[in-house]
């Protein structure tokens, strides 16, 4: 009978402790501050440039070697970095100006992305536009065709569909 009674008495002993110890575990996860671990460029906006090809080009519709010769053109044709309020390299530039090209976001989401303010995202990408329209014609590709487009003239100098049957 003892023997009985002391197998029940460690059966709750250690029920006791197996809920202690769960009711410490979950109170450290409610008290334990939560580091959500977001990849955010911001401030590391570098580590754009260490993506592979793949990825680059997904996200910046050039391949990396492509964005290097546009860096370098751009920089023969004129644009600097910023050093205003804080440094704002080519590099940079070039790729918030790929980023906007690129993908639907604002200048407020970009701003975050590339840790600037809104007006120093706008300000760079009008620079790099600026710079590029003057030479851009080896790195815009247009859509094979006006029909493709539904235009009556396009921009590169496309004749009209009905000027081509002629």
């Known amino acids: 009978m003892a023997v009985i009674f002391l197998k029940q008495f460690q059966n709750l002993v250690e029920e006791d402790r197996s809920k ?7 109170a450290l996860h ?12 911001g401030t590391e906006w570098q580590i754009m440039l260490d993506m592979d ?37 080519i590099a940079k530039k070039v790729l918030m100006f790929l980023w906007y090209m690129g993908n639907q976001n604002c200048f407020r989401e970009i701003s975050d992305k590339f840790n600037v303010s809104s ?12 710079t590029m329209s003057t030479f851009g014609w080896p790195f815009v590709s247009w859509p094979k ?6 235009c009556d003239e396009h921009p590169d100098g496309c004749p009209r569909e009905d000027d081509a049957n002629q």
């Open 119 to 130: 007006s120093s995202s706008h300000r760079a990408i009008l620079q790099v536009l600026t």
């Open 145 to 150: 065709g006006c029909a493709s487009i539904g």
């Open 30 to 41: 409610v008290l334990r501050p939560r580091v959500n671990i977001i990849l955010k460029s």
């Open 53 to 89: 090809d793949h990825t680059f080009a997904r996200h910046f519709r050039v391949s990396k070697t492509r964005f290097e010769v546009l860096k370098g053109y751009l920089q023969e044709g004129g644009l600097q970095s910023d050093h205003s309020h804080g440094l704002l390299p």
């Open 20 to 26: 202690r110890k769960r009711a410490v575990v979950e």
